[in-house]
Protein backbone atom coordinates (compact mmCIF):
# COMPACT_ATOMS: atom_id res chain seq x y z
CA UNK A 1 0.00 0.00 0.00
CA UNK A 2 1.02 3.63 -0.70
CA UNK A 3 -0.17 6.77 0.73
CA UNK A 4 -0.33 10.59 0.98
CA UNK A 5 -1.98 12.46 3.63
CA UNK A 6 -1.86 16.83 3.78
CA UNK A 7 -1.59 17.44 7.47
CA UNK A 8 -1.69 21.24 7.01
CA UNK A 9 -5.14 23.08 6.58
CA UNK A 10 -4.27 24.23 2.90
CA UNK A 11 -2.97 22.10 -0.15
CA UNK A 12 -3.68 18.87 -2.08
CA UNK A 13 -1.85 15.41 -2.41
CA UNK A 14 0.91 15.00 -5.03
CA UNK A 15 -0.92 12.86 -6.69
CA UNK A 16 1.66 11.80 -9.09
CA UNK A 17 3.58 10.97 -6.26
CA UNK A 18 1.10 9.07 -4.92
CA UNK A 19 1.56 7.14 -8.62
CA UNK A 20 4.66 6.53 -8.64
CA UNK A 21 5.21 5.20 -4.87
CA UNK A 22 2.14 2.36 -5.47
CA UNK A 23 3.82 1.10 -9.33
CA UNK A 24 7.66 0.59 -7.25
CA UNK A 25 4.86 -1.74 -4.95
CA UNK A 26 4.33 -3.85 -8.08
CA UNK A 27 5.49 -6.89 -7.09
CA UNK A 28 3.88 -7.09 -3.61
CA UNK A 29 0.62 -6.96 -5.40
CA UNK A 30 1.07 -8.18 -8.75
CA UNK A 31 -2.95 -8.85 -8.82
CA UNK A 32 -3.96 -5.59 -9.63
CA UNK A 33 -3.94 -2.13 -8.73
CA UNK A 34 -6.06 1.45 -7.11
CA UNK A 35 -5.68 4.70 -6.22
CA UNK A 36 -8.28 7.18 -4.63
CA UNK A 37 -8.22 10.85 -3.12
CA UNK A 38 -9.89 13.44 -2.12
CA UNK A 39 -9.61 16.43 -0.16
CA UNK A 40 -5.97 16.33 1.78
CA UNK A 41 -5.94 12.35 0.79
CA UNK A 42 -4.12 9.95 -1.42
CA UNK A 43 -4.40 6.50 -1.37
CA UNK A 44 -2.73 4.24 -3.99
CA UNK A 45 -2.74 -0.10 -3.44
CA UNK A 46 -1.41 -2.64 -5.24
CA UNK A 47 -3.63 -6.28 -4.39
CA UNK A 48 -2.47 -9.64 -3.76
CA UNK A 49 -5.06 -11.70 -4.15
CA UNK A 50 -6.00 -14.25 -0.94
CA UNK A 51 -9.03 -13.24 0.28
CA UNK A 52 -12.46 -12.44 -1.84
CA UNK A 53 -10.65 -12.74 -5.19
CA UNK A 54 -13.73 -11.11 -6.86
CA UNK A 55 -13.77 -7.16 -7.90
CA UNK A 56 -15.48 -6.65 -4.71
CA UNK A 57 -12.08 -7.13 -2.11
CA UNK A 58 -10.34 -4.47 -4.59
CA UNK A 59 -8.62 -1.63 -2.97
CA UNK A 60 -8.78 1.43 -1.92
CA UNK A 61 -12.06 0.34 0.04
CA UNK A 62 -14.74 3.01 0.18
CA UNK A 63 -17.68 3.16 1.75
CA UNK A 64 -19.76 6.40 1.85
CA UNK A 65 -22.29 5.21 4.29
CA UNK A 66 -19.94 5.14 6.55
CA UNK A 67 -17.70 8.13 5.13
CA UNK A 68 -14.54 5.66 5.46
CA UNK A 69 -11.97 4.40 3.18
CA UNK A 70 -8.94 2.31 3.99
CA UNK A 71 -5.96 1.00 2.18
CA UNK A 72 -4.39 -2.51 3.97
CA UNK A 73 -1.75 -4.92 3.57
CA UNK A 74 -2.04 -8.32 5.42
CA UNK A 75 -4.26 -10.94 6.86
CA UNK A 76 -7.33 -10.78 9.39
CA UNK A 77 -7.69 -14.35 10.42
CA UNK A 78 -11.01 -13.82 12.58
CA UNK A 79 -12.75 -11.65 9.77
CA UNK A 80 -15.10 -14.38 9.21
CA UNK A 81 -15.53 -14.13 13.26
CA UNK A 82 -16.14 -10.91 13.07
CA UNK A 83 -17.89 -10.48 10.06
CA UNK A 84 -20.73 -12.64 11.88
CA UNK A 85 -20.93 -10.50 14.85
CA UNK A 86 -21.13 -7.37 12.79
CA UNK A 87 -23.69 -8.26 10.34
CA UNK A 88 -26.63 -7.81 12.80
CA UNK A 89 -25.89 -4.04 12.54
CA UNK A 90 -23.71 -3.66 8.80
CA UNK A 91 -24.60 -4.45 5.54
CA UNK A 92 -21.77 -6.22 3.78
CA UNK A 93 -21.00 -6.10 0.39
CA UNK A 94 -17.73 -8.55 -0.17
CA UNK A 95 -16.63 -11.46 1.81
CA UNK A 96 -13.13 -9.38 2.13
CA UNK A 97 -11.29 -9.14 5.52
CA UNK A 98 -10.56 -5.36 4.09
CA UNK A 99 -14.37 -4.81 4.93
CA UNK A 100 -14.70 -5.94 8.66
CA UNK A 101 -11.69 -3.81 9.23
CA UNK A 102 -14.12 -0.93 8.40
CA UNK A 103 -17.63 -1.96 10.40
CA UNK A 104 -15.24 -2.99 13.08
CA UNK A 105 -13.82 0.63 13.35
CA UNK A 106 -17.47 2.10 13.03
CA UNK A 107 -18.49 -0.30 15.32
CA UNK A 108 -15.67 0.28 18.26
CA UNK A 109 -13.87 3.78 17.26
CA UNK A 110 -10.14 3.22 17.89
CA UNK A 111 -10.36 0.28 19.78
CA UNK A 112 -11.11 -1.60 16.49
CA UNK A 113 -7.90 -3.15 16.26
CA UNK A 114 -8.35 -5.09 19.67
CA UNK A 115 -10.96 -6.99 18.28
CA UNK A 116 -8.17 -8.04 14.75
CA UNK A 117 -6.71 -11.32 14.97
CA UNK A 118 -3.63 -11.14 12.09
CA UNK A 119 -1.16 -9.35 10.83
CA UNK A 120 -1.86 -5.98 9.42
CA UNK A 121 -0.27 -2.59 8.12
CA UNK A 122 -3.66 -0.47 8.17
CA UNK A 123 -4.04 3.01 6.75
CA UNK A 124 -7.81 4.17 7.53
CA UNK A 125 -9.67 7.27 6.54
CA UNK A 126 -12.45 8.41 8.81
CA UNK A 127 -13.54 11.72 6.54
CA UNK A 128 -16.41 12.84 8.89
CA UNK A 129 -13.70 13.76 11.22
CA UNK A 130 -11.11 14.27 9.15
CA UNK A 131 -8.35 12.23 10.62
CA UNK A 132 -6.14 9.13 9.32
CA UNK A 133 -5.36 6.37 11.14
CA UNK A 134 -2.24 4.34 10.69
CA UNK A 135 -2.22 1.39 12.65
CA UNK A 136 0.46 -1.79 12.90
CA UNK A 137 0.04 -5.09 13.65
CA UNK A 138 0.71 -6.48 17.25
CA UNK A 139 4.28 -7.59 16.43
CA UNK A 140 5.18 -5.90 13.70
CA UNK A 141 4.80 -8.29 11.03
CA UNK A 142 3.60 -5.82 8.25
CA UNK A 143 6.22 -2.75 7.71
CA UNK A 144 4.89 0.69 7.02
CA UNK A 145 7.42 3.04 6.19
CA UNK A 146 6.41 7.42 7.06
CA UNK A 147 8.16 10.25 5.42
CA UNK A 148 7.53 14.23 5.73
CA UNK A 149 7.71 15.51 2.70
CA UNK A 150 7.26 18.83 2.15
CA UNK A 151 4.04 19.27 4.87
CA UNK A 152 3.03 16.08 3.81
CA UNK A 153 3.09 13.06 5.31
CA UNK A 154 3.96 10.41 3.14
CA UNK A 155 3.15 6.59 4.07
CA UNK A 156 4.51 3.12 1.98
CA UNK A 157 4.59 -0.72 2.64
CA UNK A 158 8.58 -0.24 1.78
CA UNK A 159 10.68 2.33 2.16
CA UNK A 160 11.81 2.51 -1.77
CA UNK A 161 8.63 3.23 -2.18
CA UNK A 162 8.62 6.59 -0.63
CA UNK A 163 12.01 7.20 -2.02
CA UNK A 164 9.88 6.80 -5.35
CA UNK A 165 7.79 9.45 -4.62
CA UNK A 166 10.59 11.71 -4.30
CA UNK A 167 11.66 14.61 -2.11
CA UNK A 168 12.86 11.94 0.63
CA UNK A 169 15.62 12.92 2.80
CA UNK A 170 18.32 10.63 2.09
CA UNK A 171 20.95 11.65 4.24
CA UNK A 172 21.99 8.81 6.76
CA UNK A 173 20.70 8.60 10.24
CA UNK A 174 24.15 8.30 12.99
CA UNK A 175 21.73 6.32 15.40
CA UNK A 176 20.46 4.07 12.95
CA UNK A 177 24.33 3.60 11.64
CA UNK A 178 24.88 2.55 14.80
CA UNK A 179 22.62 0.08 15.96
CA UNK A 180 23.23 -1.36 11.99
CA UNK A 181 26.72 -1.78 12.73
CA UNK A 182 26.17 -2.66 16.79
CA UNK A 183 23.04 -5.35 16.03
CA UNK A 184 24.50 -7.41 12.75
CA UNK A 185 22.24 -4.73 10.74
CA UNK A 186 18.91 -4.33 13.04
CA UNK A 187 18.06 -1.15 13.32
CA UNK A 188 14.48 -1.04 15.50
CA UNK A 189 11.78 0.92 15.13
CA UNK A 190 11.30 4.16 14.23
CA UNK A 191 14.67 4.67 13.31
CA UNK A 192 15.88 3.64 9.73
CA UNK A 193 19.42 4.09 8.46
CA UNK A 194 17.67 6.93 6.81
CA UNK A 195 17.39 10.78 8.06
CA UNK A 196 14.23 11.02 6.49
CA UNK A 197 12.75 7.50 7.04
CA UNK A 198 10.90 6.02 9.85
CA UNK A 199 8.71 3.38 10.78
CA UNK A 200 5.79 3.03 12.68
CA UNK A 201 6.46 0.98 15.70
CA UNK A 202 4.81 -2.28 16.25
CA UNK A 203 1.45 -2.39 18.36
CA UNK A 204 1.13 1.10 17.63
CA UNK A 205 -2.25 3.64 16.62
CA UNK A 206 -0.96 6.68 14.98
CA UNK A 207 -3.86 9.79 14.75
CA UNK A 208 -3.04 12.57 12.00
CA UNK A 209 -5.45 15.37 12.33
CA UNK A 210 -5.39 19.02 10.71
CA UNK A 211 -3.79 21.26 12.25
CA UNK A 212 -2.69 18.76 15.42
CA UNK A 213 0.66 16.91 16.09
CA UNK A 214 0.31 13.16 15.24
CA UNK A 215 -1.15 11.25 18.17
CA UNK A 216 0.42 8.01 18.96
CA UNK A 217 -1.14 4.85 21.25
CA UNK A 218 0.76 1.50 22.16
CA UNK A 219 -2.80 -0.93 21.84
CA UNK A 220 -0.67 -3.92 23.35
CA UNK A 221 2.19 -5.39 25.30
CA UNK A 222 1.93 -8.66 27.02
CA UNK A 223 3.27 -9.03 30.30
CA UNK A 224 6.63 -11.50 30.90
CA UNK A 225 5.47 -11.97 34.49
CA UNK A 226 3.78 -15.02 36.36
CA UNK A 227 0.48 -14.93 36.41
CA UNK A 228 -2.09 -16.09 39.19
CA UNK A 229 -4.70 -17.86 36.61
CA UNK A 230 -1.18 -19.96 36.32
CA UNK A 231 -0.42 -21.21 40.11
CA UNK A 232 -0.54 -24.80 40.55
CA UNK A 233 0.53 -25.25 36.72
CA UNK A 234 3.38 -28.39 36.55
CA UNK A 235 5.19 -28.99 33.30
CA UNK A 236 2.63 -31.22 31.72
CA UNK A 237 -0.31 -28.53 32.03
CA UNK A 238 2.51 -25.60 30.22
CA UNK A 239 3.10 -28.04 27.87
CA UNK A 240 -0.69 -28.96 26.86
CA UNK A 241 -1.31 -24.97 27.05
CA UNK A 242 1.17 -23.91 24.40
CA UNK A 243 0.41 -27.02 22.38
CA UNK A 244 -2.96 -26.10 21.75
CA UNK A 245 -2.21 -22.62 21.19
CA UNK A 246 -0.05 -23.33 18.65
CA UNK A 247 -1.99 -25.34 16.99
CA UNK A 248 -5.10 -22.60 17.13
CA UNK A 249 -2.37 -20.83 15.62
CA UNK A 250 -1.50 -22.68 12.72
CA UNK A 251 -5.40 -23.06 12.24
CA UNK A 252 -5.63 -19.87 11.79
CA UNK A 253 -3.27 -19.47 9.18
CA UNK A 254 -5.02 -21.36 6.57
CA UNK A 255 -7.71 -18.62 6.17
CA UNK A 256 -7.46 -18.39 2.65
CA UNK A 257 -8.97 -18.31 -0.93
CA UNK A 258 -6.02 -20.07 -2.37
CA UNK A 259 -3.98 -22.82 -0.89
CA UNK A 260 -0.97 -22.42 2.36
CA UNK A 261 1.79 -24.17 2.35
CA UNK A 262 5.12 -24.31 4.21
CA UNK A 263 8.76 -23.29 4.14
CA UNK A 264 10.51 -26.28 5.57
CA UNK A 265 13.93 -26.14 6.43
CA UNK A 266 13.92 -29.05 8.04
CA UNK A 267 14.06 -27.46 11.91
CA UNK A 268 12.59 -27.96 14.84
CA UNK A 269 9.87 -25.07 14.13
CA UNK A 270 9.07 -25.60 10.32
CA UNK A 271 8.52 -29.08 10.95
CA UNK A 272 6.21 -28.91 13.65
CA UNK A 273 4.17 -26.71 11.16
CA UNK A 274 3.57 -29.45 8.88
CA UNK A 275 3.14 -31.48 12.06
CA UNK A 276 0.19 -29.25 13.12
CA UNK A 277 -1.32 -29.17 9.75
CA UNK A 278 -1.67 -32.74 9.34
CA UNK A 279 -3.59 -33.00 12.86
CA UNK A 280 -5.98 -30.51 10.41
CA UNK A 281 -6.09 -32.66 7.94
CA UNK A 282 -4.09 -31.13 5.51
CA UNK A 283 -1.03 -32.02 3.40
CA UNK A 284 0.59 -28.83 2.31
CA UNK A 285 2.78 -28.24 -0.53
CA UNK A 286 6.23 -27.88 1.01
CA UNK A 287 9.30 -26.27 -0.08
CA UNK A 288 13.39 -26.27 0.94
CA UNK A 289 16.25 -25.19 -0.22
CA UNK A 290 19.73 -25.97 -0.30
CA UNK A 291 23.98 -24.71 -0.94
CA UNK A 292 27.00 -26.40 -1.93
CA UNK A 293 28.61 -27.43 0.60
CA UNK A 294 32.40 -25.24 1.76
CA UNK A 295 34.89 -25.78 3.57
CA UNK A 296 33.34 -28.34 5.93
CA UNK A 297 30.09 -26.46 6.04
CA UNK A 298 27.02 -28.03 5.75
CA UNK A 299 25.04 -26.31 2.96
CA UNK A 300 21.41 -27.97 3.30
CA UNK A 301 19.37 -29.32 5.87
CA UNK A 302 17.97 -32.13 3.32
CA UNK A 303 18.07 -35.11 5.28
CA UNK A 304 15.96 -33.43 7.97
CA UNK A 305 13.53 -31.72 5.57
CA UNK A 306 13.07 -34.92 3.11
CA UNK A 307 12.19 -36.67 6.67
CA UNK A 308 9.47 -34.36 7.75
CA UNK A 309 7.99 -34.36 4.44
CA UNK A 310 7.84 -38.02 3.83
CA UNK A 311 6.30 -38.92 7.04
CA UNK A 312 3.52 -36.54 6.94
CA UNK A 313 3.43 -36.83 2.68
CA UNK A 314 3.26 -33.43 1.46
CA UNK A 315 3.93 -32.31 -1.75
CA UNK A 316 7.52 -31.44 -0.98
CA UNK A 317 9.88 -29.21 -3.77
CA UNK A 318 13.46 -29.37 -2.84
CA UNK A 319 15.65 -26.37 -4.39
CA UNK A 320 19.26 -27.06 -4.70
CA UNK A 321 21.19 -23.87 -6.02
CA UNK A 322 24.79 -23.96 -6.72
CA UNK A 323 27.65 -21.26 -6.24
CA UNK A 324 27.65 -19.49 -9.62
CA UNK A 325 24.38 -18.65 -9.27
CA UNK A 326 24.56 -17.07 -5.86
CA UNK A 327 26.44 -13.56 -6.92
CA UNK A 328 22.94 -12.53 -8.87
CA UNK A 329 21.26 -13.98 -6.54
CA UNK A 330 22.45 -11.49 -4.02
CA UNK A 331 22.21 -8.59 -5.88
CA UNK A 332 18.58 -9.20 -6.53
CA UNK A 333 18.08 -9.92 -2.70
CA UNK A 334 19.33 -6.70 -2.30
CA UNK A 335 17.56 -4.61 -4.20
CA UNK A 336 14.35 -6.83 -2.56
CA UNK A 337 15.37 -5.56 0.93
CA UNK A 338 13.08 -2.29 2.36
CA UNK A 339 16.23 -1.78 4.14
CA UNK A 340 19.84 -3.29 4.12
CA UNK A 341 19.67 -6.58 5.87
CA UNK A 342 22.92 -8.49 6.86
CA UNK A 343 21.69 -11.89 8.08
CA UNK A 344 22.99 -14.80 5.25
CA UNK A 345 19.81 -16.39 4.52
CA UNK A 346 17.94 -13.39 3.35
CA UNK A 347 19.25 -14.26 0.03
CA UNK A 348 18.07 -18.33 0.33
CA UNK A 349 14.75 -16.81 1.39
CA UNK A 350 14.48 -14.89 -1.83
CA UNK A 351 15.92 -17.75 -3.76
CA UNK A 352 13.02 -20.38 -1.99
CA UNK A 353 10.18 -18.07 -2.57
CA UNK A 354 10.80 -17.55 -5.94
CA UNK A 355 9.93 -21.15 -6.40
CA UNK A 356 7.00 -20.96 -4.75
CA UNK A 357 5.85 -18.23 -6.50
CA UNK A 358 5.75 -20.83 -9.38
CA UNK A 359 2.97 -23.27 -7.31
CA UNK A 360 1.71 -20.89 -4.68
CA UNK A 361 1.13 -17.57 -3.14
CA UNK A 362 0.48 -17.99 0.73
CA UNK A 363 3.04 -19.88 2.93
CA UNK A 364 3.29 -20.74 6.56
CA UNK A 365 7.12 -20.45 8.48
CA UNK A 366 8.99 -20.70 11.17
CA UNK A 367 10.21 -17.17 12.17
CA UNK A 368 9.87 -16.28 15.68
CA UNK A 369 10.26 -19.21 17.58
CA UNK A 370 14.05 -18.70 18.66
CA UNK A 371 12.69 -15.12 20.15
CA UNK A 372 9.51 -16.16 21.83
CA UNK A 373 10.56 -19.70 22.80
CA UNK A 374 14.41 -18.65 23.98
CA UNK A 375 16.45 -20.80 20.82
CA UNK A 376 19.12 -18.50 20.75
CA UNK A 377 22.83 -19.22 22.43
CA UNK A 378 23.00 -16.12 24.06
CA UNK A 379 19.86 -17.04 26.24
CA UNK A 380 21.39 -19.82 28.00
CA UNK A 381 23.91 -17.07 30.29
CA UNK A 382 20.67 -15.01 30.51
CA UNK A 383 18.87 -17.70 32.21
CA UNK A 384 21.18 -17.94 35.01
CA UNK A 385 21.90 -14.15 35.25
CA UNK A 386 20.37 -12.06 37.92
CA UNK A 387 17.46 -9.72 36.91
CA UNK A 388 19.86 -6.61 36.78
CA UNK A 389 22.50 -7.89 34.83
CA UNK A 390 19.94 -8.77 31.81
CA UNK A 391 21.84 -5.57 29.86
CA UNK A 392 25.21 -7.05 30.41
CA UNK A 393 24.40 -10.27 29.39
CA UNK A 394 22.72 -9.09 25.89
CA UNK A 395 25.37 -6.78 25.13
CA UNK A 396 27.87 -9.59 25.98
CA UNK A 397 26.07 -11.62 23.18
CA UNK A 398 24.70 -9.85 21.13
CA UNK A 399 26.61 -6.71 20.35
CA UNK A 400 28.97 -7.40 17.31
CA UNK A 401 30.54 -4.22 18.25
CA UNK A 402 31.09 -2.06 21.07
CA UNK A 403 30.70 2.03 20.92
CA UNK A 404 34.70 1.97 21.35
CA UNK A 405 35.41 0.09 18.37
CA UNK A 406 32.92 1.60 16.22
CA UNK A 407 35.35 4.66 16.52
CA UNK A 408 37.68 2.57 14.13
CA UNK A 409 34.94 1.63 11.91
CA UNK A 410 33.39 5.13 11.21
CA UNK A 411 34.49 8.66 10.90
CA UNK A 412 34.30 11.09 13.34
CA UNK A 413 31.53 13.09 12.06
CA UNK A 414 29.33 9.59 11.74
CA UNK A 415 29.64 8.22 15.53
CA UNK A 416 27.52 9.75 17.95
CA UNK A 417 28.43 10.80 21.02
CA UNK A 418 26.89 8.47 23.35
CA UNK A 419 26.50 4.45 22.85
CA UNK A 420 22.81 5.04 21.82
CA UNK A 421 22.53 1.02 21.05
CA UNK A 422 23.61 -0.25 24.10
CA UNK A 423 20.94 2.39 26.21
CA UNK A 424 18.53 1.97 23.73
CA UNK A 425 18.46 -2.00 24.69
CA UNK A 426 18.99 -1.00 28.37
CA UNK A 427 16.08 1.46 28.60
CA UNK A 428 14.07 -1.78 27.26
CA UNK A 429 15.45 -4.19 29.42
CA UNK A 430 14.99 -2.04 32.61
CA UNK A 431 11.27 -1.67 32.19
CA UNK A 432 8.64 -3.40 34.53
CA UNK A 433 6.72 -6.21 33.45
CA UNK A 434 9.44 -8.76 32.87
CA UNK A 435 10.30 -10.61 35.89
CA UNK A 436 13.92 -12.16 35.30
CA UNK A 437 17.12 -11.45 32.92
CA UNK A 438 15.66 -14.06 30.33
CA UNK A 439 12.27 -12.59 30.35
CA UNK A 440 13.35 -9.17 30.04
CA UNK A 441 15.67 -10.27 27.23
CA UNK A 442 12.65 -12.21 25.69
CA UNK A 443 11.23 -9.52 25.54
CA UNK A 444 13.40 -6.96 24.01
CA UNK A 445 13.85 -9.74 21.49
CA UNK A 446 10.43 -10.38 20.83
CA UNK A 447 8.92 -6.59 20.64
CA UNK A 448 12.30 -4.57 19.94
CA UNK A 449 14.29 -6.51 17.65
CA UNK A 450 12.77 -9.18 16.09
CA UNK A 451 10.42 -7.02 13.90
CA UNK A 452 13.73 -5.81 12.01
CA UNK A 453 15.53 -8.90 12.00
CA UNK A 454 13.91 -11.86 10.68
CA UNK A 455 10.36 -10.79 10.40
CA UNK A 456 11.20 -7.95 7.98
CA UNK A 457 13.66 -10.27 6.49
CA UNK A 458 10.93 -12.77 5.44
CA UNK A 459 8.43 -10.33 4.26
CA UNK A 460 10.54 -8.62 2.04
CA UNK A 461 11.81 -11.48 0.42
CA UNK A 462 8.33 -13.40 0.61
CA UNK A 463 6.69 -10.80 -0.91
CA UNK A 464 9.54 -9.72 -3.58
CA UNK A 465 7.43 -12.84 -5.48
CA UNK A 466 4.10 -11.87 -4.55
CA UNK A 467 4.13 -14.57 -1.64
CA UNK A 468 2.55 -13.80 1.62
CA UNK A 469 4.22 -15.20 4.85
CA UNK A 470 2.55 -16.34 7.69
CA UNK A 471 4.26 -17.08 10.96
CA UNK A 472 1.79 -19.10 13.31
CA UNK A 473 4.97 -18.49 16.11
CA UNK A 474 3.41 -15.11 16.25
CA UNK A 475 0.35 -15.68 17.15
CA UNK A 476 -0.67 -12.78 19.51
CA UNK A 477 -2.28 -15.49 21.99
CA UNK A 478 0.24 -17.93 21.37
CA UNK A 479 3.13 -15.19 22.73
CA UNK A 480 0.89 -13.78 25.07
CA UNK A 481 0.48 -17.06 26.70
CA UNK A 482 4.47 -18.11 26.54
CA UNK A 483 5.40 -14.70 27.52
CA UNK A 484 4.18 -15.97 31.04
CA UNK A 485 6.07 -19.47 31.33
CA UNK A 486 8.46 -19.96 33.57
CA UNK A 487 11.70 -19.46 31.43
CA UNK A 488 13.14 -22.63 32.88
CA UNK A 489 10.35 -24.50 30.34
CA UNK A 490 11.84 -22.44 27.31
CA UNK A 491 15.47 -21.87 27.85
CA UNK A 492 15.74 -25.86 29.09
CA UNK A 493 17.65 -28.22 26.82
CA UNK A 494 19.56 -25.46 25.20
CA UNK A 495 16.57 -23.97 24.12
CA UNK A 496 13.34 -24.51 23.30
CA UNK A 497 12.89 -26.53 25.89
CA UNK A 498 8.85 -27.10 25.55
CA UNK A 499 8.61 -27.03 21.80
CA UNK A 500 11.26 -29.94 21.95
CA UNK A 501 8.96 -31.78 24.22
CA UNK A 502 5.81 -30.70 22.39
CA UNK A 503 8.05 -31.92 18.86
CA UNK A 504 8.45 -35.57 20.32
CA UNK A 505 5.12 -36.48 20.08
CA UNK A 506 4.91 -35.52 16.42
CA UNK A 507 8.31 -35.32 14.74
CA UNK A 508 10.82 -38.46 13.60
CA UNK A 509 13.29 -38.01 16.64
CA UNK A 510 16.48 -36.69 14.71
CA UNK A 511 14.66 -33.56 13.47
CA UNK A 512 14.27 -32.65 17.26
CA UNK A 513 17.33 -34.23 19.00
CA UNK A 514 19.92 -32.58 17.21
CA UNK A 515 22.31 -29.46 17.10
CA UNK A 516 20.54 -26.44 16.52
CA UNK A 517 21.23 -25.32 13.03
CA UNK A 518 20.83 -21.82 10.70
CA UNK A 519 19.82 -21.32 7.47
CA UNK A 520 23.05 -22.22 5.83
CA UNK A 521 24.51 -19.80 2.64
CA UNK A 522 28.88 -21.04 3.00
CA UNK A 523 30.02 -19.12 0.04
CA UNK A 524 27.85 -15.84 1.98
CA UNK A 525 30.05 -17.03 5.04
CA UNK A 526 33.43 -17.87 3.57
CA UNK A 527 33.80 -14.68 1.06
CA UNK A 528 35.71 -15.59 -2.46
CA UNK A 529 34.81 -15.51 -6.36
CA UNK A 530 32.17 -13.75 -7.61
CA UNK A 531 30.54 -12.80 -4.58
CA UNK A 532 33.57 -10.81 -2.61
CA UNK A 533 34.03 -9.21 -6.04
CA UNK A 534 30.81 -8.20 -5.98
CA UNK A 535 31.53 -6.76 -2.54
CA UNK A 536 35.08 -5.39 -3.35
CA UNK A 537 33.83 -3.14 -6.36
CA UNK A 538 30.89 -1.86 -4.16
CA UNK A 539 33.26 -0.76 -0.99
CA UNK A 540 35.80 0.59 -3.39
CA UNK A 541 33.70 2.52 -5.93
CA UNK A 542 33.82 6.19 -5.91
CA UNK A 543 30.38 6.34 -4.37
CA UNK A 544 31.41 4.86 -1.11
CA UNK A 545 34.34 7.13 -0.78
CA UNK A 546 32.52 10.40 -1.69
CA UNK A 547 30.02 9.28 1.10
CA UNK A 548 32.86 9.41 3.70
CA UNK A 549 31.52 7.29 6.21
CA UNK A 550 33.76 4.57 6.97
CA UNK A 551 37.39 4.57 7.46
CA UNK A 552 38.96 3.42 4.74
CA UNK A 553 41.73 1.55 6.62
CA UNK A 554 39.00 -0.50 8.41
CA UNK A 555 37.23 -1.15 5.01
CA UNK A 556 40.98 -1.86 3.45
CA UNK A 557 41.69 -4.56 6.35
CA UNK A 558 38.98 -6.45 5.99
CA UNK A 559 39.10 -6.56 1.65
CA UNK A 560 42.76 -7.46 2.32
CA UNK A 561 41.71 -10.37 4.65
CA UNK A 562 38.12 -10.53 3.50
CA UNK A 563 37.35 -13.73 5.71
CA UNK A 564 39.21 -12.56 8.93
CA UNK A 565 36.46 -11.00 10.91
CA UNK A 566 33.31 -12.25 11.71
CA UNK A 567 30.66 -11.16 14.17
CA UNK A 568 29.34 -12.67 17.41
CA UNK A 569 26.27 -13.84 15.48
CA UNK A 570 28.79 -16.09 12.77
CA UNK A 571 28.51 -13.41 10.04
CA UNK A 572 30.86 -11.91 8.06
CA UNK A 573 31.99 -8.33 9.05
CA UNK A 574 32.71 -7.47 5.40
CA UNK A 575 29.31 -9.00 4.22
CA UNK A 576 27.68 -6.52 6.62
CA UNK A 577 29.30 -3.43 5.29
CA UNK A 578 29.21 -4.53 1.63
CA UNK A 579 25.12 -5.42 1.87
CA UNK A 580 24.86 -1.73 3.40
CA UNK A 581 27.10 -0.30 0.63
CA UNK A 582 24.95 -2.37 -2.59
CA UNK A 583 21.39 -1.34 -0.89
CA UNK A 584 22.77 2.19 -0.79
CA UNK A 585 23.92 2.11 -4.96
CA UNK A 586 20.98 0.41 -5.55
CA UNK A 587 18.85 3.00 -4.35
CA UNK A 588 20.81 6.07 -5.55
CA UNK A 589 21.35 7.23 -1.85
CA UNK A 590 24.54 9.44 -2.39
Known sequence: MAGEVVTAQVGSPDLAAVE??????WSRGP????????????????????????????????????????????????YRELRAELSSRYRFRSTSDTEVILKAYDRWGERFVEHLVGMFAIALVDRRRDRVLLVRDRL?????????????????????????????DTELDPVGLHHYLTWHSIVPAPRTVLRGVRKLPAATIRVLE??????????????YTRRSEHAGWAAQDWRDAV????????????????????LLSGGLDSSLLVALLAEE????????????????????????????????????????IDDEQIASAVEHAVGSMSEPMGSHDATAFHLVCREVSRHIKVVQCGQGADEVFAGYRYHQP??????HQAADVLREAFHDLTHDELAHVLKPDWLPDEDVSSDLVARHLAAPGADTALDAVLRTDTHLLMPDDPVKRVDNMAMAWGVEARVPFLDQDLVELVAACPPELKSGQDGKGILKDIGRDLLPVEVVD???????????????????????????????????????????ALLADPNGQFTKAGSNALWHLGVLEIWLQQHGIG
Open 31 to 78: DGAGHWSEGRVALGHRRLSIIDLSENGTQPMIDDELGLAIVFNGCIYN
Open 382 to 387: AAGAAR
Open 210 to 223: PGRAPRDHVYWQPS
Open 514 to 556: RKKGYFPVPALTRLDGEVLGLLRSALSSPAARRRGVLRPGYVD
Open 243 to 262: REALQVAVRRRTVSDVDVGV
Open 20 to 25: RMTRSL
Open 281 to 320: GQQPSTFSIGFTDRDGVDGDEFAYSDAVAQKFGTDHHQLR
Open 140 to 168: GIKPLYVAEVHGRTRFASTLPALLAGGGV
